[in-house]
């Protein structure tokens, strides 16, 4: 298993700057992220693709995953979502996937994540909901297949899709081996799914992690490894179990004022946990 960053720690700064700060830290891979600043797919040209990935090569870094989750670029986190009850606005989303697979390809990465569904709006029930969701994400899958990329979702509290049993009822109507889970610890802990349980019982889909704490609360919001209340010696022996040797990716989005010294000490928290997995 190797650490990766995600840049969206870095919403301050250009791509190649991220890129190289991440590098300087001690990772081994970076998380990018298709959005606004970094690599909004919609106007990001295959110029600057490669530019990306020269620098990014010559970092020595690799890239963990493309998060397609986030759209600041049009709304915010979540919109517009695979669920918006208006059929133009939705399909804003599916473009955004589409795109963001033809550039993981071109960027090397393995998989891109998306978010579960999006937040049930609009007088929508979770049955149309659902049908809506798994319509314009097998319409992404075709297109992931096409470009032999992963297409991961990613379950997120007060989202339509937010726990295992929610996920596991997705997956069960899903038919494609481009479909998996970015299974985020924060996020199945935030919901009380029992996270060495939950890693043993969805490792059959999971294909990327992202790492975070929590307090103890369990609100969502992103904290820096060990100074909250996830139990990451459990969760590393959990994930050892599985047998799972891909990425776990740092996501630590709320700490834009210093993603250096975040990203700094989650490493030194997180090696030894690494080491003895």
């Known amino acids: 298993m190797r650490l990766a960053y995600s ?4 919403m301050l700064v250009s791509i190649a700057e991220a890129v190289q700060r991440i590098a300087g830290l001690g990772y081994s891979g970076i998380e ?23 620098v990014v090569e010559s970092n020595r870094l ?11 670029a049009v709304q915010d986190f979540w919109h517009p979502s695979w669920i918006e009850p208006d059929a133009d606005y939705r399909r804003r989303r599916v473009e955004h996937t589409l ?52 297409l991961l979702v990613e379950p997120e509290p007060d989202l339509l899709i937010e726990n295992a049993e929610q996920f596991l009822e997705l997956a069960q109507r899903i038919d494609s081996p ?34 975070e704490d929590i307090a103890v609360t369990r609100v969502h919001e992103h904290l820096v490894p060990g100074t909250g209340a996830i139990d990451f010696a459990g969760v590393m022996d959990a994930i050892r179990r599985t047998g799972y040797k891909g990425w776990l ?26 080491r003895s997995a």
């Not at 992220?33 to 797919?41: G, I, L």
């Not at 795109?99 to 029930?125: D, H, Q, S, Y």
Request: charged share 20%; net charge negative; with cysteine.
């Open 7 to 10: 840049s969206n720690a870095y």
């Open 32 to 54: 990018l992220m298709a959005d606004t600043p970094h690599a909004w797919p919609a106007t990001t040209t295959d110029a600057q693709i490669d530019e990306i990935r020269a």
């Open 62 to 72: 690799s890239v963990s995953n493309i998060n397609a989750f986030m759209m600041n």
């Open 99 to 150: 795109a963001a697979l033809t550039m993981a390809r071109k960027l090397g990465a393995p998989c891109i994540t998306t978010e579960p569904g999006g937040p049930l709006e609009g007088g929508m029930t979770r049955a149309r909901a659902m049908d809506t969701f798994v319509e314009g994400l097998n319409e992404a899958l075709a297109h992931a297949e096409r470009e032999g990329i992963l």
């Open 178 to 211: 481009a479909f998996g889970l970015n299974f985020d610890i924060g996020h199945f802990y935030c919901v009380g799914d029992p996270l060495p349980e939950t890693i043993e019982r969805l490792r059959a889909y999971t294909r990327h992690y992202h790492l």
């Open 249 to 274: 990716t740092v996501e630590l989005y709320p700490y834009q004022d210093d993603p250096d010294g975040a990203g700094a000490a989650a490493l030194e928290y997180l090696q030894p946990h690494l």
